[in-house]
């Protein structure tokens, strides 16, 4: 007791992970509590249930920043410290080939966003921010404010497949749609690219003949009601540790991946 950890949630729907998460904080099975719900859009379920629980609300309406841009491009400015190529040589989001000019705008229009993102948590002072069910990429303009020690990163984001499996927007439909024998939800931290961050957590389930989509979305989201919590408990417990891990293969290349390390 006493050292609780402060969390800020980022949500885009209905937010049962977000109730999960602060009904663990309560309870005690999470030593922590939650101190913002923020959104990217205005109707998300998520809110009114930050709101119930007397937690402060915010929206950064996304949609409205990405039509204003395309309406009126060069009345748009992105925030002063924004640095297109810096942005351009991290992100792992668009292949080098992409359309430079689709790149520029989703980046602008992305750090407008998340400038104003960082605005309003900077009033929230909190030790981890967790996406639960946030439906927008964050760039290295938000990744790098916030994760300010790269060695500790603090963005966690629930996924709705076992990755490195189906990452995107649609994890069970793309599991169940691939034909999967075995669904699941990933627990992970983020990084530069979608869904490809060091995994903190995951838990499996079986998938049968019978099973439908929505069968496989409730298996799938009561798995994700326990994980999230658990992998935000060995946070506050500051057991894990990201390590960078480096592997000679067979051909001579040098395969090196970020991982994250539990300790007991
Ligand atoms: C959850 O299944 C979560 O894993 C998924 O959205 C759902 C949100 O449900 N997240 C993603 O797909 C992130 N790319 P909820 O609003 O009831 O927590």
Same mark, same amino acid.
């Given at each position: 007791?006493?050292?609780?950890?402060?969390? #800020? /949630?980022?949500?885009?729907? #209905? #937010?049962?992970?977000?109730?999960?998460?602060?009904?663990?904080?309560?309870?005690?099975? !999470?030593?922590?509590?939650?101190?913002?719900?923020?959104?990217?859009?205005?109707?998300?379920?998520?809110?009114?249930?930050?709101?119930?629980?007397?937690?402060?609300?915010? !929206?950064? &309406?996304?949609?409205?920043?990405?039509? #204003?841009?395309?309406?009126?491009?060069?009345?748009?400015?992105?925030?002063?410290?924004?640095?297109?190529?810096?942005?351009?040589?991290?992100?792992?989001?668009?292949?080098?080939?992409?359309?430079?000019? +689709?790149? +520029?705008?989703?980046?602008?229009? +992305?750090?407008? /966003?998340? /400038?104003?993102?960082? %605005?309003?948590?900077?009033?929230?002072?909190? $030790?981890?921010?967790?996406?639960?069910?946030?439906?927008?990429?964050?760039?290295?303009?938000?990744?790098?404010?916030?994760?300010? &020690?790269? $060695?500790?990163?603090?963005?966690?984001?629930?996924?709705?497949?076992?990755?490195?499996?189906?990452? =995107? *927007?649609? =994890?069970?439909? $793309?599991?169940? +749609?691939?034909?999967?024998? !075995?669904?699941?939800?990933? *627990?992970?931290?983020? &990084?530069?690219?979608?869904?490809?961050?060091?995994?903190?957590?995951?838990?499996?389930?079986?998938?049968?003949?019978? &099973?439908?989509?929505?069968?496989? %979305?409730?298996?799938? @989201?009561?798995?994700?009601?326990?994980?999230?919590?658990?992998?935000?408990?060995?946070?506050?417990?500051?057991?894990?540790?990201? *390590?960078?891990?480096?592997?000679? @293969?067979?051909?001579? %290349?040098?395969?090196?991946?970020?991982? *994250?390390?539990?300790? %007991?």
């Amino acid at each position: 007791m006493g050292n609780k950890i402060k969390i #800020g /949630a980022l949500v885009s729907g #209905g #937010g049962t992970n977000l109730q999960a998460i602060i009904d663990s904080c309560i309870s005690g099975k !999470v030593d922590g509590e939650m101190v913002f719900v923020g959104s990217d859009n205005p109707g998300a379920g998520g809110l009114k249930r930050g709101e119930k629980h007397s937690i402060p609300t915010f !929206v950064v &309406d996304y949609k409205k920043i990405i039509h #204003g841009y395309k309406e009126k491009p060069e009345q748009t400015m992105p925030p002063e410290d924004f640095d297109l190529d810096e942005i351009l040589s991290k992100q792992h989001l668009f292949p080098s080939e992409s359309d430079s000019k +689709r790149r +520029r705008q989703y980046f602008i229009t +992305r750090a407008i /966003a998340e /400038a104003e993102l960082l %605005k309003k948590i900077h009033n929230h002072p909190v $030790d981890l921010l967790v996406l639960a069910g946030f439906m927008r990429n964050l760039t290295p303009y938000f990744i790098d404010r916030f994760n300010t &020690d790269p $060695d500790h990163p603090r963005i966690m984001n629930i996924h709705p497949a076992l990755l490195p499996a189906f990452p =995107g *927007v649609d =994890g069970y439909g $793309d599991t169940f +749609r691939y034909g999967a024998k !075995v669904g699941g939800c990933t *627990v992970h931290f983020i &990084d530069y690219g979608e869904d490809s961050g060091p995994i903190i957590g995951q838990k499996a389930f079986s998938i049968t003949s019978d &099973d439908t989509i929505e069968a496989i %979305k409730e298996k799938g @989201l009561r798995l994700e009601w326990e994980l999230y919590p658990e992998c935000i408990q060995l946070f506050a417990q500051r057991r894990l540790k990201t *390590v960078k891990m480096a592997y000679r @293969l067979e051909n001579g %290349k040098i395969y090196s991946k970020t991982i *994250v390390k539990i300790s %007991k």
